[in-house]
Structures are given as structure tokens and as C-alpha cells.
């Protein structure tokens, strides 16, 4: 079975700190696929980013950064200088690889407020 | 890319009425999914079609559960005698899958279901 932990419900920091989004995950797949989706107030789900599970390369977008670690099941995410655009629920999920199921798993999500 | 829409945005009704969801996907998108939201909670999966036909089913998707897809392109989530716990946001997503590939699933703004 598939789990994805996010034991961060809510944080609160204020403009231009960086803050990091813990994520763990548990699978029993060799192959799978991570994920991270950002919900706004506004409620649609936006894609941020995709990961396999053989690629171990942290990735840096922007201000968005990914630290994907096997040996820890993590697959964290760090916001640099934070906005107050910035202020969401994020949720991380894992689905199977290679042929198997396309159903996302997600966490419970973290509430990340920027105050100005 | 006009993005997955959903119809209706907001669905008020009486225990015990049927409800029926509508979701386009994305024009070039094969694969479409279900998933239930409630409140501080990460998005759960109901159910997920390849074109037209339903691959999997959660055991969330209780018989009084139907999804339907014909011809590949739209698909309708029917509820029928609606019970409290139905409320929830539901969302579709959809994606395009190629053999073992998992490309990122892009979701709709969801249908927000209130039962009376």
C-alpha cells in the first residue's frame, strides 16, 4: 500500500523567509513517480512538479526547490524568499510506475500563509 | 489548452436525491480521473478511465457510485440517493498516457456538493 505523510499542518512565516514543506512517503514499488500540486485559495489543484523514482537530481525552479532523497523517502520542497502569492495548501503525492496503477496518493497537505 | 472544466461549480440538494457531475478533459487527454476532497484533507481517488473504458475503481465508489465516459472524451459522476457524507468537493483531473508513461494529471476547478 501507498502512503504519503505530511506532518506539517500549517505554517505561518512572513515575507521573504524560506520555508520548507517536509514530505515522506512509503511504497513498496521500485518505480514510482512523485508529486507536488499547490491549492489556492481558490481551490484548483496546480501542478508544480514531477519526479521518478530514479531520478535523484534535486531540482530548482525559480524561487521552488526540490530535494528528493531515497535513502529518507523524502521528497521536500523549499520556497526561497516566500510572497504572499505564495499562500496555499500543498500537497505531495506518489503514484506507481512502469504499468502499474495511475491513482495519486496524496498527503493531507501543509497550509503555508506568507504574512506581508 | 483550455484546461479541464467542470460542470456545475456548486451542487445544493436533499438527502436522498440523485446527482449527476460533468468533467471535459483536456482536448488531447486519454486518461481521466476521479477524486473526492473534503475539508483539510488531501484529494482521495474514485476512479480512473483510459478512453473509454473505467481501468479501476476505489472501494470508495460504493454501488450508489457510477462514472461513465462514452466515446472517450467527457465523463459523468452519478450519485444516487445522496446521503450527508456525500458532501465533498469533487474533482476530475485528466492526462495523456502513453504504455508505461505517467504524465502529470491537471485538474478542474471541482464540483463543491452540499446535501441537505
Known amino acids: 500500500a501507498q502512503k504519503v505523510t505530511q506532518a506539517q499542518t500549517e505554517i505561518s512565516v512572513v515575507e521573504k523567509e524560506d520555508v520548507t514543506l517536509d514530505c515522506v512517503y512509503e511504497?513498496?514499488?521500485?518505480?514510482?513517480?512523485l508529486f507536488w500540486y499547490k491549492q489556492p485559495p481558490s481551490g484548483e489543484l496546480v501542478f508544480l512538479i514531477r519526479?521518478?523514482?530514479?531520478?535523484?537530481q534535486n531540482e530548482i525552479s525559480g524561487r521552488y526547490s526540490w530535494n528528493f532523497q531515497k535513502s529518507t523517502s523524502s521528497f521536500n520542497f523549499t520556497i526561497t524568499a516566500s510572497q504572499v502569492v505564495d499562500s496555499a495548501v500543498y500537497f505531495c503525492?506518489?503514484?506507481?510506475?512502469?504499468?502499474?496503477?495511475?491513482?495519486?496518493?496524496f498527503g493531507s497537505g501543509t497550509r503555508l500563509q506568507v504574512q506581508p | 489548452d483550455t484546461g479541464v472544466s467542470q460542470n456545475p461549480r456548486h451542487k445544493i440538494t436533499k438527502r436522498g436525491q440523485n446527482v449527476t457531475f460533468r468533467c471535459d478533459p483536456i482536448s488531447e487527454h486519454n486518461r481521466l480521473y476521479w477524486y473526492r476532497q473534503t475539508l483539510g484533507q488531501g484529494p482521495e481517488f474514485l476512479t480512473y478511465?483510459?478512453?473509454?473504458?473505467?481501468?479501476?475503481k476505489s472501494r470508495l465508489l460504493s454501488d450508489r457510485f457510477s462514472a461513465e465516459r462514452p466515446k472517450g472524451s467527457f465523463s459523468t459522476l452519478e450519485i444516487q440517493r445522496t446521503e450527508q457524507g456525500d458532501s465533498a468537493m469533487y474533482l476530475c483531473?485528466?492526462?495523456f498516457g502513453d504504455g508505461a508513461s505517467n504524465q502529470p494529471q491537471h485538474f478542474g476547478d471541482g464540483t463543491r456538493l452540499s446535501i441537505l
Open positions: 483531473a485528466s492526462s
Open positions: 503525492a506518489l503514484s506507481e510506475g512502469g504499468t502499474g496503477r495511475r491513482a495519486l496518493t
Open positions: 478511465f483510459q478512453n473509454e473504458a473505467q481501468l479501476e
Open positions: 511504497t513498496r514499488d521500485t518505480t514510482y513517480y
Open positions: 519526479r521518478n523514482s530514479f531520478d535523484e
